[in-house]
């Protein structure tokens, strides 16, 4: 039997490296964003949205924007909002779309596109991700102080700073715990008792981070790899590195599989379904 055991779990990831080459593409928008860092499916509304640094991403310029996508990849409308500097990550609930913007953040009326209010905050140097826990708190990721942030509507505060939060940058909120993409680990954090864990060791550096259930992850390193990651396994699904195709901030359509991949320099959204 202990001859047996390594010899299935040799085969289940030969299996597994072998259907990670079908992580084929599905759509492609035209190369007409402009540095999109992070997109967002929201199901409801049938879109997505899409933020564009247009620029450098601590450049205060007033170049960055929101593009909307239809559920084909087209382009609805490139220019959605605009009068933002670096707009990177993103969470929304029914009305309101979350963005941040170096050391601030915007939220954007969801049917009219306006930016109903601006919140600065201090002290933050690189306001990178966000998630949206269903209580209505707002966590962010402050990438350069090494901190997570929360927005309770009214405040903005340190929530967490640890050792373990070098360069914390995806955040994802699922099932009541908070995941957190930071250099190395993917780390994880329930608000009930404040006790930070590492759930996937060595997945990182992590932009993009996709939690699919089952303590299974689709994680982007921003330079150009898309990996799926469990206790088990790190599967590559994609490298394009070598090709200076970068993968930032992950979106994700969960009836039909899509991973949504923006590519920053690359100036495109590229959708792959997963194996």
């Known amino acids: ?29 035209d190369q007409i964003l402009k540095t999109p860092e992070s997109v967002a499916f929201d199901a409801k509304n049938k879109r997505m949205y899409v933020s564009n640094v247009n620029g450098k991403p601590l450049d205060k310029d007033g170049n960055g924007f929101i593009s909307v996508l239809n ?28 963005v941040t913007d170096i050391d601030r953040f915007h939220m954007i009326d969801l049917r009219s596109g306006k930016i109903v209010k601006t919140v600065d905050v201090k002290g933050a140097k690189f306001l990178n991700d966000m998630a949206l826990n269903p209580d ?59 006790k930070l864990h590492i759930a996937i060791e060595n997945a ?29 396994e790190k599967i590559v699904l994609q490298n394009t590195t070598d090709k200076n195709i970068q993968a930032a901030d992950l979106g994700y359509i969960p009836d039909e599989k899509l991973i949504l991949i923006p590519t920053f320099f690359d100036n495109r959204v590229v959708a792959k379904k997963l194996p």
């Open 1 to 29: 039997m202990k001859k047996i055991i390594p010899l299935l779990l040799s085969l289940l990831g030969v299996a597994l490296i072998g259907s990670a080459q079908n992580f084929e593409m599905v759509w492609q928008t």
């Open 71 to 98: 559920p084909d990849g087209s382009v609805k409308q490139l220019k959605w909002v605009t009068g933002m500097h670096a707009p990177k990550g993103m969470a929304f609930n029914d009305s309101i779309l979350y």
């Open 204 to 232: 990182g550096p992590i932009d993009g981070l996709i939690c699919l259930g089952g303590n299974k992850f689709v994680v982007s390193d921003w330079a150009g790899r898309v990996m799926l990651v469990n206790n088990m």
């Open 136 to 194: 209505g708190t707002l966590y962010i990721s402050d990438m350069q102080s090494n901190h997570i942030l929360s927005y309770d509507g009214t405040l903005v505060t340190v929530w967490l700073s640890d050792a373990q939060l070098v360069s914390p940058n995806g955040l994802n909120f699922y099932k009541g715990n908070l995941y957190i993409g930071a250099e190395e680990h993917l780390l994880k954090i329930n608000p009930a008792d404040m």
